[in-house]
């Protein structure tokens, strides 16, 4: 089937402007992740959704970065104000749910984001 | 906070060769262990994971150890080959949130031909 999907693919933006990335997880999905990967770095937690229960916002780096899950699927993550140091690959990921932290997630290809 | 630690960030062997990358983790409530391969410009795929409720688990070529009183992983990659080039990473459950994973920062695995 489907995997995670995300979009777009790359993204360049000048900085100040904001921007609006898209994931579409793997459908019967109730959990969404979303990870920030620097340059040859691992990757950085930035906030969770499970099911309608309040997100998980604890490792957003900013108030300048927010996410929505609509309708318990498409999430988006918007980045106000971009900065240079916001250049990174997004990458998003689905699991089952459940609220167990043992899910095993499925991740999507990522949007690379360079900020001018 | 909680981390992961992961050595060597860059690891080069010969095709056919063993590999072996190891973990250490710092929250003594993580229970879920994954291993995620990236090659260039995807995502991260799960290649094994490991419940804290067993000590080793094998699938092919690749095996997993889990230490859970010295709080360290291990994956091993027997009889590499060239497709195994990648950047390999571990991750902790992280008990502070019920669903997000602590990452190491990856391992570069090149096998030579």
């Not at chain 2, 994956?75 to 009889?79: P, R």
């Given at each position: ?9 790359n ?20 959990a ?72 095993t ?12 | ?50 419940r ?17 009183t010295?709080?360290h992983?291990s ?5 590499t ?13 992280f008990r502070g ?17």
């Open positions: 089937g489907a995997g995670v999907s995300q979009s777009p693919s993204k360049v933006t000048e900085k100040g402007k904001d921007v609006e990335l898209r994931c579409d997880p793997i459908s019967g999905h109730t969404l992740y979303w990870y920030r990967q620097s340059l040859g770095q691992g990757l950085e937690f930035l906030i969770y959704f499970q099911g309608n229960s309040a997100p998980d916002k604890s490792g957003l780096p900013s108030d300048r970065f927010s996410a929505e899950r609509t309708g318990g699927s498409v999430s988006t993550l918007t980045i106000q104000r971009t900065q240079q140091e916001d250049s990174a690959v997004y990458l998003c990921a689905s699991s089952l749910g459940g609220g167990s932290g043992t899910d997630q499925y991740f999507g290809p990522g949007t690379r984001l360079t900020v001018l | 906070g909680e981390n992961v630690e992961q050595h060597p960030s860059t690891l080069s062997v010969q095709e056919g060769d063993s590999a072996v990358i190891k973990c250490t983790y710092s929250d003594s409530a993580s229970n879920y262990f994954p291993w995620y391969k990236q090659e260039l410009g995807k995502g991260p795929q799960l290649i094994i994971d490991i804290s409720n067993v000590g080793e688990k094998k699938d092919q070529r690749i095996a997993v150890t889990l230490n859970k010295a709080k992983f994956l091993h990659i027997t009889e080959q060239p497709e195994d080039s990648a950047v390999y990473f571990c991750a902790a459950s949130s019920q669903g997000n994973l602590i990452f190491g920062k990856g391992t570069k695995l090149s096998v030579k031909p």
